[in-house]
């Protein structure tokens, strides 16, 4: 039992009931304030100045200027234990039953709506996972035919590629329709222009500690030990770019202008409670991949297009727990050659879709390759995503009374420069 967990906790901050942060979530993130940037945390609607409470004394084991940092990386370098330590330490900190340091706690409170939120971890490394079986399976439907859907090594490996960290970015960051070599149906030769086939891709993203030297592996029964936690993501695609070009190689300009994370990491610690059972794999995998225990989690996840002054509009809701491949499975992969990972390494998912339509985590799906439309609140319609639409997606775990979220990753689309 993990001491923050507790559901039984309550806390002197004011948490709404539908909160996505009460204190036992306690995530980190990088927040800016009154011109000050520090590591922080969220209960309810308060955000929490860690480095000054730090400088309090509220940490047993850790130097406060671990805290004075514009990037998570530092902390994250102390390992999975220090961060058990300080959730619990904060836990107690705005227990209820210390409600009478409210008043001397005041300084390290700023309300979430005064704090700017900045990209939480520098990303040295990013990877992406192609991990949904449906996903895979109604693209496959999509570019080839349902008999070939999934290509042969799909079941015995967590395919995945290495993308382009320099624009893995925060949500909030607006960012231009790309530009690029495409090749329609209807020409002989490629054309070059902007995208037309935008496209959004619902994933989660998990984040390292250090890693092995060079040359030794993480077993799935190790991998926990070396994931700090999740956020949620926006993989973005340009689906025109991408279909002209990722044959041979896979994935290069269609994908690496923008994927957007949400602010928060939400610790792996915190996730605990909502395991569940993954599917059943067969054929049966390498030794290397097997696990035992309940290595998914039931994360209900959605995704919302907000055309320009129009309301927003529910396009997708989904679940992480459809995932094939666990993350366990993923690092284990990963790393079975030998390949070293690092301290705020990323790794996506890969798109999450669940077995039904309204569970599809892309509009290449939803649409069904642009052969159906999907109606937004202010009458218009999509098949892909326009300028001047905000994408958002959001997550959270419940059970038990006990709502565990990331809050939201957002992003709009500018027109092409």
Request: charged share 25%; aromatic share 10%.
């Amino acid at each position: 039992m993990i001491k923050a967990n507790d559901k039984n906790i309550k806390t002197w901050l004011e948490v709404s009931e539908n909160s996505d942060f009460p204190i036992q979530n306690i995530p980190f993130g990088i927040a800016k304030a009154n011109n000050e940037i520090f590591v922080a945390t969220r209960i309810g609607d308060t955000v929490i100045n860690i480095y000054k409470l730090a400088q309090m004394g509220c940490f047993s084991n850790i130097d406060a200027e671990f805290f004075n940092e514009d990037k998570l990386n530092d902390f994250m370098l102390l390992g999975k234990q220090a961060t058990r330590d300080v959730r619990n330490e904060i836990s107690d900190v705005f227990n209820l039953e210390n409600k009478d340091k409210k008043d001397e706690l005041q300084h390290v409170l700023t309300a979430v709506n005064e704090v700017e939120m900045l990209m939480p971890v520098q990303v040295g490394d990013y990877t992406d996972f192609y991990s949904s079986e449906q996903h895979a399976f109604n693209v496959g439907c999509l570019f080839r035919d349902p008999n070939n859907a999934l290509l042969p090594n799909w079941k015995h490996i967590p395919v995945g590629y290495h993308g382009r960290a320099s624009s893995v970015v925060p949500s909030g960051l607006d960012f231009h329709r790309p530009k690029g070599q495409k090749k329609p149906p209807t020409e002989e030769v490629p054309v070059f222009g902007q995208s037309n086939l935008l496209d959004f891709e619902l994933e989660t993203a998990f984040f390292t500690y250090e890693g092995k030297p060079l040359g030794d592996s993480i077993t799935t029964a190790e991998a926990d030990d070396y994931i700090f936690g999740m956020a949620l993501f926006n993989d973005w695609s340009a689906r025109d770019i991408q279909g002209w070009e990722y044959v041979p190689l896979g994935p290069f300009l269609g994908k690496n202008f923008a994927s957007h994370i949400s602010c928060w990491i939400v610790t792996l610690d915190a996730l605990e409670p909502f395991r569940t059972a993954g599917p059943v794999q067969d054929p049966k995998v390498l030794p290397y991949l097997e696990y035992e225990g309940d290595k998914h989690i039931d994360i209900n996840l959605e995704v919302l297009i907000q055309p320009e002054g129009s309301e927003e509009a529910s396009v997708c809701k989904s679940n992480y727990k459809y995932m094939y491949w666990n993350m366990n499975q993923q690092l284990a992969h990963h790393t079975i050659n030998g390949c070293d990972i690092n301290v705020g390494d990323c790794y996506g998912s890969g798109t999450i879709s669940g077995p039904e339509e309204g569970q599809f985590g892309s509009m290449l799906e939803i649409s069904w390759k642009g052969t159906k439309t999907v109606p937004m609140k202010d009458g218009t319609e999509r098949k892909f995503i326009n300028d001047n639409d905000t994408v958002i997606m959001r997550g959270f775990a419940q059970k038990d009374g006990v709502r565990i979220g990331f809050g939201e990753v957002s992003a709009k689309v500018l027109p092409a420069k």
